[in-house]
């Protein structure tokens, strides 16, 4: 301790001090300031260009899934309208069909009426001509028949005896 | 690729000086003679001087060297260069008045240089005050002005662009690892910018004086108990005036003890407020010093010893110490500014949290 | 007959190293044990070796 006490010089410490703290003055606003500043400054900007990516990454992966939705949106739509247009012929067709089958089946009956008409036409006309041809023949007949007065008297009476018989 | 060439250049000036002062010194038989001489020369390096030496030429008796101005106040500033003593030899007259070394330190004296002594060899003659340019102080002067040089150059360069110049390269890491690894986790995010201009100034003059005490110029400054006593004085200083109030509640009535071990604890923790910077002052001298003498004695070994190979295996092992004073250098900077970036951390702490 | 100082300061000495010597010892076991925390047993290490020598160092120049 008394070596210590002893060596102590007190110039070297007035010149020390003095020197030292002017040393701390100097570097701190010519050095310390700047070169902190600019090592900050320089950290920032490399955290703001990270920041900066990140951010710019999110917006891409946004707006992909943006994309996406979009699309799946339009998709969803496509199979609307395409859903919607197969209904819609199917129901044309439907409609077509039931249509046709109702025209045929209309036009099938009104023909078959016709035909019955026609038939019951025919029948008719056949009848008439049936009656007319029965009506000559049978005139044919009678003059034939009665051109004797035998002959009418022999029928007068069978069918006199027929009517007996009834 | 500038450090390793600096490192080599090291090495080899290492190497080299041991080897030349071998073959001047070979003439030097008488081995009692010798050792005294190795043991003088090294308790002279380890004082501070009054001129810059930087070797003697024992043969012709030359010193090889320069003058430093002396400044001493004795009833009027009296500036003279120190070759006025001629090495110590002569007494110097000033103004009316003289002047001797004796001891490394300046005594007035008459005009023959007279020297009263006391019973206990103490000389009683007055002692002016002495403000001398001491090779200490030159020391200092030069490695301060390389400093700012150095890193006013470094802070410039960032005008030009986000990169640094050359020393810059090389330093930035070094005022980023007393940023991250010193400053924030010993002080915290929160008070820490305020300190960092006495921490990277005290770290890189620290490591800068340390490095340049292992240059053959023979620099021995932090060895010097008034240099590190200034800056654990600076510490000490601004650890108590940016002290917050738990820092003197944790000194004087220290929370969550007994009120016994309070009373007990408040003298102790008072104590350990001056032994903290005292323990800094005296690591920093001690193991600086300490460095100086082991390798200085082990370069005086060399001188010793006539046989080749003992003198090559303590040429290995001087080789092998000088590594490991470089770390040193680095590492009591090291220690110095961590510790006080850690006393400064305990003067803003803030205990909330605990207790 | 008296036993002078410096027998004294070698014995703290000897404590001092002992202590130091331990306290690397103890940070490289952790070391080993737990490689990612090495800076902070680092630092604390230094702190502790720090403390000791200052001890060491009082006990030096007390003599």
Not at chain 1, 52 to 80: G, I, P, Y
Not at chain 1, 141 to 166: G, P, T, Y
Not at chain 2, 211 to 220: D, K, S
Not at chain 2, 267 to 273: F, K, Q, R, S, T
Request: with cysteine.
């Amino acid at each position: 301790m008394e070596k210590l006490i002893n060596e102590f010089s007190v110039g070297l410490f007035f010149w020390q001090t003095l020197l030292f703290l002017v040393l701390l003055f100097l570097l701190k606003k010519y050095a310390w300031k700047p070169i902190l500043n600019a090592v900050n400054e320089r950290e920032k900007s490399i955290e703001d260009a990270l920041n900066k990516a990140e951010e710019a990454k999110k917006e891409m992966a946004e707006l992909k899934s943006a994309n996406e939705d979009l699309l799946k949106e339009a998709r969803v739509e496509r199979d609307e309208i395409l859903k919607e247009a197969r209904t819609l012929k199917d129901k044309i067709i439907a409609e077509a069909k039931t249509k046709a089958n109702e025209d045929a089946e209309r036009i099938v009956a009104s023909a078959r009426e016709s035909i019955q008409h026609e038939k019951m036409a025919a029948v008719t006309e056949l009848k008439n001509q049936v009656a007319v041809l029965s009506i000559e023949i049978a005139e044919k007949i009678l003059k034939e028949e009665l051109s004797s007065e035998a002959k009418q008297s022999s029928m007068i009476s069978s069918v006199v005896n027929e009517i007996q018989l009834n | 690729m500038q450090g390793k060439k600096i490192f080599k250049l090291l090495l080899f000036l290492l190497l080299i000086t041991p080897s030349l002062t071998i073959a001047s010194e070979e003439v030097a038989k008488e081995e009692n003679s010798v050792k005294s001489e190795i043991k003088q020369d090294i308790m002279h390096h380890l004082q501070d001087a009054y001129d810059f030496h930087l070797f003697t030429d024992k043969t012709t008796n030359t010193h090889y060297g320069f003058p430093l101005p002396i400044i001493l106040w004795d009833n009027g500033l009296h500036v003279f260069m120190s070759s006025k003593f001629h090495h110590g030899e002569a007494v110097a007259e000033s103004k009316g008045n003289y002047y001797k070394i004796y001891h490394n330190k300046i005594y007035k004296t008459d005009a023959e240089g007279t020297l009263s002594m006391d019973e206990n060899h103490h000389v009683t003659n007055a002692k002016p005050l002495d403000f001398s340019i001491t090779k200490s102080v030159f020391s200092v002067m030069l490695i301060s002005l390389l400093i700012f040089l150095l890193f006013r150059g470094f802070a410039k360069s960032y005008k030009k662009s986000h990169i640094p110049n050359a020393v810059g390269k090389f330093m930035e890491p070094l005022v980023l690892f007393v940023r991250d690894e010193i400053a924030i986790p010993n002080i915290g995010e929160k008070h820490y910018k305020k300190y960092m201009s006495y921490l990277l100034t005290v770290f890189f003059f620290i490591w800068f004086i340390n490095l340049t005490g292992l240059t053959p110029l023979g620099i021995n400054v932090t060895g010097n108990i008034a240099v590190t006593f200034c800056l654990a004085l600076i510490t000490f200083l601004i650890t108590q005036f940016t002290s917050k109030k738990d820092y003197w509640k944790h000194i004087f009535w220290m929370p969550g003890v007994p009120v016994p071990m309070k009373f007990v604890l408040a003298p102790i923790e008072l104590l350990g407020v001056f032994i903290k910077p005292f323990a800094l002052m005296i690591r920093l001298y001690a193991n600086i010093s300490a460095g100086h003498i082991v390798l200085m004695s082990l370069v005086g070994l060399l001188f010793v010893f006539q046989n080749w190979f003992a003198r090559g295996a303590f040429l290995g092992l001087t080789l092998f110490l000088s590594i490991i004073e470089l770390l040193v250098a680095f590492l009591q900077a090291y220690i110095f500014t961590m510790l006080t970036a850690l006393y400064f951390g305990g003067a803003v702490a803030e205990h909330d949290d605990h207790h | 007959m008296e036993i002078p100082a410096i027998v004294g300061a070698g014995l703290v000495v000897i404590g001092a190293g002992i202590g130091i010597g331990r306290i690397g010892g103890s940070a490289m076991d952790a070391i080993a044990r737990q490689p990612e925390a090495t800076n902070k047993i680092q630092t604390a290490m230094l702190i502790a070796a720090a403390l000791i020598e200052g001890i060491g160092f009082a006990a030096l120049f007390a003599v």
